[in-house]
């Protein structure tokens, strides 16, 4: 299983950035798609998830703001994030659960994606 992140970059306070992940070896759409962040000094935390039937979960920091939405035909899930302050500069990774919990929760997740750097100014 490998899970690809892209999207990233740099984008002004207020700004909008659509990150993607690709997902293969995986041969059913049964699965829970996380993305999680890391910004500089911190430690790692969960942002949003969505499952198999498109339920969808977001931290309570990014809700209003972030969609996390899932094409399975093409086995891709986005996350898209508007209004961006400072405090989202991180990290983000996504990453795959092949189980049946529906969380953010980092040790719940089997597979995990290199990470795309977003960065916003101020």
């Known amino acids: 299983v490998q899970l690809q992140a892209s999207g990233g970059g740099l984008v002004q306070a207020g700004g909008s950035l659509t990150l993607s992940c690709a997902v293969s070896?995986?041969?059913?759409?049964?699965?829970?798609i996380g993305w999680f962040r890391q910004a500089p000094g911190k430690e790692r935390e969960g942002v949003s998830c969505?499952?198999?039937?498109?339920?969808?979960y977001s931290v309570d920091s990014v809700k209003g703001r972030f969609t996390i939405s899932r094409d399975d035909a093409k086995k891709m899930v986005f996350l898209q994030m508007n209004n961006l302050n400072a405090e989202d500069t991180a990290v983000y990774y996504c990453?795959?659960?092949?189980?049946?919990?529906?969380?953010?929760?980092?040790?719940?997740?089997?597979?995990w994606g290199q990470g795309t750097q977003v960065t916003v100014s101020s």
């Open positions: 990453a795959a659960d092949l189980g049946p919990q529906f969380a953010v929760v980092e040790i719940m997740y089997d597979f």
């Open positions: 070896g995986i041969t059913s759409s049964y699965y829970t």
């Open positions: 969505i499952n198999r039937g498109g339920n969808t």
